[in-house]
């Protein structure tokens, strides 16, 4: 007789992860899943320990989605054996301990679902990003991912399924944490739900020693083999309870598993005596224990058997060594390189607000009516100026008053004004009129209230991120004046300061038709490195800096861990680093008049080549046809291709650019 088996399917982020997470992670993360089998008329999850309920009964609601796996002949008592023989390896304190995207409620399921039908949950589940736990994001969802993974202890209350307005108060302290150092206690991060009290900030939890978890324990062949696939390095220890030489090493291998896993390299214990070990142990020829197999790219690359760890420590580290070799860069002494602050610039200078007002609004009264702009329009954007943004944007630079936020509900509401009026001007006033209004924005986006609304605001479809409206208007635009694009690109270098806009800047995924933000800002950025205007190139210059510093500091992070499997994801990516190095180098190459630029350029091609991963495939040969190492060793002296009279005069900018010239460009 055959039986019906479904999966059920729940968000625990109950949608905002979807929403939210390209914006916080830098990764579109459609949902926080968490799964449960159904068959034999009664739903089975791993939560706080294996917990069984009636279908659709259990403390997460309704599923999202109910998916068919197909049909079993495995009857109810032997599935309840095979259940209770689980019970020995979903324990409760694995839960606690082991939370993460590699051993929870989806690899129960996983294995349940193996044992069952011989098939494998869907790949879209199993391949949630291992990473999205230790963003900014994951941590403060945490807690609430903790409580719905597990069951209510007897006579409690069940939980609530996750409520939107505790999930807008949550994100708000993400914002804020995600915006860095800088960031204020009012950040705000507005979300569909209606408008909570800003939460307290508090320290976040070192994800890494909570979450995750280095050691994977392996109970069936598809399970195994889907870690094999999701990973490009993993050592298996086939191990079995009766086996006295495993529990001398097996220590070992748990502490270089807790030194050494990571996002590409997996640890996997595989007990032959629970469940289906044995059959993976068949599968891959393992007749004794202790045995360890070591895969790279899901192909074996050697076996070792006993107990001998110091044989085991090696082939551990050749194993990572093939998978990540590490960069080129990495063994060589780069001192000036390493000194780069990785601090974005930015250009804080506070205008005389009231003069910029008058200005703007000079421009406004000069506008005819018409259909397109009527007094109703002008009306409107001088009440928005002259009682909200200006007001607001003294207070937030009065040092006295800097210290207090303001309230959501102002912040939120001050954004979507400011926001349509920058739409109405936009489209009323010419080019050249445009920079007072660019340039209260600039000084905006000093506030991490308002940078975190319009990072927040590509994600809501009521509103108009007015950077990225900004942005295309200049990159589009023919022949712009010289102070809109001047205001534009330091504007621009100023969204760096917050890290949730920052990528949405350099977004790279395209929709439709529309060039991806990132695209748009390297059409704007390039011509500007060869403007004839001195200040149009150092603020272009800055924004170069600010994009390759964006870049260095998740590879810096990487090196800094020991762990090259958590090098940051960067596929496809080598063709536009070509792009931004040709731009930099031709606007070095152009450069001889200002020496802060050619600092600053040199700076920034220092981050693109120092870490990258495309060094040795795209960009060094690159580097030689367009003579690089020449081209920087010339601005060490002066003439028609130097910088100045006499040269680069700055001591720190001359060990700078010996040092990128002769290790960086050879």
Same mark, same amino acid.
């Given at each position: 007789?055959?039986?019906?088996?479904?999966?059920?399917?729940?968000?625990?982020?109950?949608?905002?992860?979807?929403?939210?997470?390209?914006?916080?992670?830098?990764?579109?993360?459609?949902?926080?899943?968490?799964?449960?089998?159904?068959?034999?008329?009664?739903?089975?999850?791993?939560?706080?320990?294996?917990?069984?309920?009636?279908?659709?009964?259990?403390?997460?609601?309704?599923?999202?989605?109910?998916?068919?796996?197909?049909?079993?002949?495995?009857?109810?008592?032997?599935?309840?054996?095979?259940?209770?023989?689980?019970?020995?390896?979903?324990?409760?304190?694995?839960?606690?301990?082991?939370?993460?995207?590699?051993?929870?409620?989806?690899?129960?399921?996983?294995?349940?679902?193996?044992?069952?039908?011989?098939?494998?949950?869907?790949?879209?589940?199993?391949?949630?990003?291992?990473?999205?736990?230790?963003?900014?994001?994951?941590?403060?969802?945490?807690?609430?991912?903790?409580?719905?993974?597990?069951?209510?202890?007897?006579?409690?209350?069940?939980?609530?399924?996750?409520?939107?307005?505790?999930?807008?108060?949550?994100?708000?302290?993400?914002?804020?944490?995600?915006?860095?150092?800088?960031?204020? +206690?009012?950040?705000? !991060?507005?979300?569909?739900? =209606?408008? &909570?009290?800003? @939460?307290?900030? %508090?320290?976040?939890? $070192? #994800?890494?020693?909570?979450?995750?978890?280095?050691?994977?324990?392996?109970?069936?062949?598809?399970?195994?083999?889907?870690?094999?696939?999701?990973?490009?390095?993993?050592?298996?220890?086939?191990?079995?309870?009766?086996?006295?030489?495993?529990?001398?090493?097996?220590?070992?291998?748990?502490?270089?598993?807790?030194?050494?896993?990571?996002?590409?390299?997996?640890?996997?214990?595989?007990?032959?005596?629970?469940?289906?070990?044995?059959?993976?142990?068949?599968?891959?020829?393992?007749?004794?224990?202790?045995?360890?197999?070591?895969?790279?790219?899901?192909?074996?690359?050697?076996?070792?058997?006993?107990?001998?760890?110091?044989?085991?420590? +090696?082939?551990?580290? !050749?194993?990572?060594?093939? =998978?990540? &070799?590490?960069? @080129?860069?990495? %063994?060589?002494?780069? $001192? #000036?390189?390493?000194?780069?602050?990785?601090?974005?610039?930015?250009?804080?200078?506070?205008?005389?607000?009231?003069?910029?007002?008058?200005?703007?609004?000079?421009?406004?009264?000069?506008?005819?009516?018409?259909?397109?702009?009527?007094?109703?329009?002008?009306?409107?954007?001088?009440?928005?100026?002259?009682?909200?943004?200006?007001?607001?944007?003294?207070?937030?630079?009065?040092?006295?008053?800097?210290?207090?936020?303001?309230?959501?509900?102002?912040?939120?509401?001050?954004?979507?004004?400011?926001?349509?009026?920058?739409?109405?001007?936009?489209?009323?006033?010419?080019?050249?009129?445009?920079?007072?209004?660019?340039?209260?924005?600039?000084?905006?986006?000093?506030?991490?209230?308002?940078?975190?609304?319009?990072?927040?605001?590509?994600?809501?479809?009521?509103?108009?991120?007015?950077?990225?409206?900004?942005?295309?208007?200049?990159?589009?635009?023919?022949?712009?004046?010289?102070?809109?694009?001047?205001?534009?690109?330091?504007?621009?270098?100023?969204?760096?300061?917050?890290?949730?806009?920052?990528?949405?800047?350099?977004?790279?995924?395209?929709?439709?038709?529309?060039?991806?933000?990132?695209?748009?800002?390297?059409?704007?950025?390039?011509?500007?490195?060869?403007?004839?205007?001195?200040?149009?190139?150092?603020?272009?210059?800055?924004?170069?800096?600010?994009?390759?510093?964006?870049?260095?500091?998740?590879?810096?992070?990487?090196?800094?861990?020991?762990?090259?499997?958590?090098?940051?994801?960067?596929?496809?990516?080598?063709?536009?680093?070509?792009?931004?190095?040709?731009?930099?180098?031709?606007?070095?190459?152009?450069?001889?008049?200002?020496?802060?630029?050619?600092?600053?350029?040199?700076?920034?091609?220092?981050?693109?080549?120092?870490?990258?991963?495309?060094?040795?495939?795209?960009?060094?040969?690159?580097?030689?046809?367009?003579?690089?190492?020449?081209?920087?060793?010339?601005?060490?002296?002066?003439?028609?291709?130097?910088?100045?009279?006499?040269?680069?005069?700055?001591?720190?900018?001359?060990?700078?650019?010996?040092?990128?010239?002769?290790?960086?460009?050879?």
């Amino acid at each position: 007789m055959a039986f019906p088996v479904k999966l059920y399917v729940y968000d625990l982020s109950n949608g905002l992860a979807k929403q939210l997470s390209l914006q916080l992670t830098g990764k579109q993360i459609d949902g926080i899943w968490h799964t449960s089998v159904v068959v034999h008329g009664k739903e089975v999850f791993y939560g706080q320990g294996i917990s069984t309920t009636k279908p659709g009964q259990s403390h997460h609601g309704k599923p999202l989605q109910v998916v068919d796996m197909g049909e079993t002949a495995i009857d109810e008592d032997t599935f309840n054996d095979y259940l209770q023989e689980m019970n020995d390896v979903y324990t409760v304190d694995k839960t606690i301990t082991h939370l993460s995207t590699d051993f929870n409620c989806n690899s129960f399921t996983d294995d349940c679902i193996g044992f069952l039908t011989g098939e494998s949950i869907p790949s879209w589940i199993k391949d949630l990003p291992t990473d999205f736990l230790s963003t900014p994001f994951g941590t403060a969802l945490r807690p609430t991912i903790d409580n719905m993974y597990r069951r209510p202890a007897p006579g409690a209350v069940s939980p609530q399924p996750y409520n939107q307005p505790m999930a807008s108060s949550l994100l708000q302290s993400v914002a804020a944490q995600a915006a860095g150092p800088s960031a204020s +206690s009012g950040g705000y !991060l507005p979300t569909p739900a =209606a408008s &909570p009290t800003p @939460p307290s900030r %508090s320290a976040p939890q $070192p #994800a890494a020693a909570t979450v995750a978890a280095p050691l994977q324990l392996c109970s069936n062949l598809q399970h195994f083999r889907s870690i094999l696939s999701s990973r490009r390095a993993v050592a298996a220890f086939f191990t079995s309870r009766t086996c006295p030489p495993c529990k001398v090493v097996e220590p070992v291998f748990e502490n270089l598993a807790s030194d050494k896993s990571s996002k590409g390299v997996a640890f996997v214990k595989i007990d032959l005596s629970a469940m289906l070990g044995g059959e993976v142990a068949s599968a891959y020829g393992v007749r004794a224990t202790p045995t360890f197999l070591f895969f790279l790219d899901g192909q074996k690359l050697h076996e070792l058997r006993g107990t001998d760890v110091t044989e085991l420590r +090696s082939q551990i580290d !050749l194993l990572i060594f093939q =998978a990540f &070799p590490p960069h @080129p860069h990495t %063994s060589q002494n780069l $001192p #000036a390189t390493r000194a780069i602050s990785l601090q974005p610039i930015l250009f804080t200078q506070v205008p005389a607000l009231d003069i910029v007002q008058s200005k703007l609004v000079s421009f406004v009264d000069a506008v005819p009516s018409s259909t397109s702009f009527g007094e109703a329009d002008r009306t409107r954007v001088k009440k928005v100026l002259s009682g909200s943004v200006i007001p607001f944007l003294k207070t937030r630079n009065d040092m006295k008053l800097k210290a207090t936020a303001p309230s959501v509900d102002m912040t939120k509401k001050l954004c979507e004004d400011w926001a349509g009026v920058t739409s109405i001007l936009m489209k009323a006033l010419p080019q050249s009129q445009l920079f007072p209004l660019v340039d209260l924005w600039r000084v905006g986006l000093l506030d991490n209230s308002i940078s975190s609304w319009c990072a927040s605001a590509s994600v809501n479809t009521n509103a108009v991120n007015p950077v990225l409206q900004l942005l295309d208007y200049a990159a589009t635009s023919t022949s712009l004046p010289k102070p809109t694009l001047l205001t534009t690109l330091r504007l621009l270098s100023n969204s760096f300061e917050n890290i949730a806009l920052a990528r949405t800047l350099l977004n790279a995924a395209v929709s439709g038709s529309t060039s991806s933000p990132r695209q748009t800002l390297t059409l704007l950025l390039v011509p500007s490195l060869l403007h004839e205007d001195a200040g149009v190139r150092t603020a272009a210059a800055s924004l170069a800096f600010n994009v390759a510093a964006h870049y260095q500091k998740p590879r810096v992070d990487a090196l800094k861990n020991g762990r090259g499997g958590d090098r940051p994801n960067e596929e496809g990516e080598g063709d536009w680093e070509v792009e931004v190095v040709s731009a930099i180098v031709e606007a070095l190459r152009m450069e001889t008049a200002s020496e802060d630029v050619v600092h600053r350029l040199t700076a920034a091609l220092a981050f693109v080549l120092h870490l990258s991963p495309f060094y040795e495939t795209q960009l060094k040969p690159l580097l030689e046809v367009l003579q690089v190492h020449d081209v920087l060793r010339a601005k060490l002296a002066g003439g028609s291709e130097g910088c100045g009279v006499k040269g680069v005069s700055k001591k720190e900018v001359k060990v700078l650019i010996e040092e990128v010239a002769g290790k960086l460009c050879r």
